[in-house]
């Protein structure tokens, strides 16, 4: 139900959009999120918004640079992504809650996401 595109190769300091399509007829009432798994390592946060796009939650270290947006009228959620470092290269992931509602805490928590997409590989090269 969720299909994650827009990933690609860009140098560093480039600048990529993501973006996450809903396939049903519910996308109003999900809370959104992405996250980031680079090899080897553990699927992290990187942002997250509210069912009416008035909240919105970024991981610390990522904070100026990405920014999380939704439009309920298209079912897609996206995230631009700014000036990219090498440490941003990961495979990308949209997730859905069907509560709706996030906030500080459960925005960053994997277990609070319902529905996962695939993943969309960004790779940033120095």
């Known amino acids: 139900q969720l299909q994650a595109s827009g990933g690609g190769l860009v140098q560093a300091g480039g600048s990529l959009r993501l973006s996450c399509a809903y396939s049903g007829r519910t996308f109003i009432s999900y809370a959104m999120g992405w996250f980031r798994q680079a090899p080897g390592k553990e699927r992290e946060f990187v942002a997250a918004?509210?069912?009416?796009?008035?909240?919105?939650y970024y991981a610390d270290s990522l904070k100026g640079r990405f920014t999380i947006s939704r439009d309920n009228a298209k079912n897609e959620a996206y995230l631009q992504m700014n000036s990219l470092k090498p440490e941003d290269t990961a495979a990308y992931y949209c997730?859905?809650?069907?509560?709706?509602?996030?906030?500080?805490?459960?925005?960053?928590?994997?277990?609070?996401?319902?529905?996962w997409g695939q993943g969309t590989l960004v790779t940033v090269s120095s």
């Open positions: 918004v509210n069912w009416n796009g008035g909240s919105t």
């Open positions: 997730a859905a809650d069907s509560y709706g509602v996030l906030d500080e805490k459960s925005a960053g928590n994997k277990d609070e996401y319902d529905y």
